[in-house]
C-alpha cells in the first residue's frame, strides 16, 4: 500500500526559515497536500500542488517537489511561535489522502 | 458557512456499549470522508461517501462499524459492541470533489474512549 514518511520533530528559532520534508511511494498521486495541526485541533489545510508542478509559492510557504524522487518539502519563511503545530504531507489518492506520521515543529522565542 | 462540524466532540464509553457520532459537512460539499487519528500518527482513511452512495471502505473498518449518508448531507458512524482498541479521534472531512485539488476540509473531529 502506499506509504508516506516524515521526521517526526523539527526545532527553529523564530525568524528563521523551517524546512519540513516528506517522501511517498505513489507515484500515481495527482495532488500532494500540507496540513496543519494544532493542539486538540483539527486539520487545517496549507496548501497543496499539483503533481506536474514543481513549485508552488504562497505567502511565507513554499512547497518543492521532486516527482522523480518522490519528495516533497514544505518551507515556512520567518517561522513564528504560531506556527507551532504538528504538520502532515498526504498523499492524494484517488479518493481519499493517505497521510504522513506528521513532524512536530517547535518556534524556539 | 461555519465549515465541517462533528457532534459529539468527546465520548467516554464502556467497553461493549455502541456509539454513533455525526458529521455535518461543508453544505456545497458533495464528498464526505471518516478516518482515524490514534495518538502520534496521521489520520488513517475508514471510508468516503459521494452524495448518499458509499463508494469506498477500508479494511479498517471491520464489520462492527457502520456509516451512512442517508440524504448525501450528514453522515453518521456507528461503532457496535466497542473495543478499547477503538479509543481514537474520529475524523470527518468534506470536498466539493470536482474542482481543482479535490481539497478536503477537516471537521474539530470526535474524540472516543473506550474504558
Known amino acids: 500500500g502506499e506509504d508516506v514518511e516524515q521526521s517526526l520533530f523539527l526545532s527553529v528559532r523564530e525568524g528563521d526559515s523551517s524546512v519540513i520534508n516528506c517522501t511517498y511511494t505513489?507515484?500515481?498521486?495527482?495532488?500532494l497536500y500540507w496540513y496543519k495541526q494544532e493542539p486538540g485541533a483539527g486539520l487545517q489545510l496549507l496548501t497543496y500542488i499539483f503533481s506536474n508542478m514543481d513549485m508552488k509559492q504562497d505567502q511565507r510557504l513554499t512547497v518543492l517537489l521532486n516527482k522523480k524522487d518522490k519528495h516533497l518539502s514544505l518551507r515556512i519563511a520567518d517561522t513564528q511561535t504560531g506556527d507551532s503545530a504538528i504538520y502532515f504531507c498526504?498523499?492524494?489518492?484517488?479518493?481519499?489522502?493517505?497521510f504522513g506520521t506528521g513532524t512536530r515543529l517547535t518556534v524556539i522565542p | 458557512d461555519t465549515g465541517v462540524s462533528q457532534d459529539p466532540r468527546h465520548k467516554i464509553t464502556k467497553r461493549g456499549q455502541n456509539v454513533t457520532f455525526r458529521c455535518d459537512p461543508i453544505?456545497?460539499?458533495?464528498?464526505l470522508y471518516w478516518y482515524r487519528q490514534t495518538l502520534g500518527q496521521g489520520p488513517e482513511f475508514l471510508t468516503y461517501f459521494q452524495n448518499e452512495a458509499q463508494l469506498e471502505k477500508s479494511r479498517l473498518l471491520s464489520d462492527r462499524f457502520s456509516a451512512e449518508r442517508p440524504k448525501g448531507s450528514f453522515s453518521t458512524l456507528e461503532i457496535q459492541r466497542t473495543e478499547q482498541g477503538d479509543s481514537a479521534m474520529y475524523l470527518c472531512?468534506?470536498?466539493?470533489?470536482?474542482?481543482?485539488?479535490?481539497?478536503?476540509?477537516f471537521g474539530p473531529g470526535t474524540r472516543l474512549t473506550v474504558l
Open positions: 472531512a468534506s470536498s466539493y470533489g470536482q474542482g481543482e485539488g479535490n481539497e478536503q476540509f
Open positions: 453544505s456545497e460539499h458533495n464528498r
Open positions: 498526504a498523499d492524494g489518492g484517488a479518493n481519499n489522502l493517505f
Open positions: 505513489d507515484s500515481s498521486s495527482t495532488y
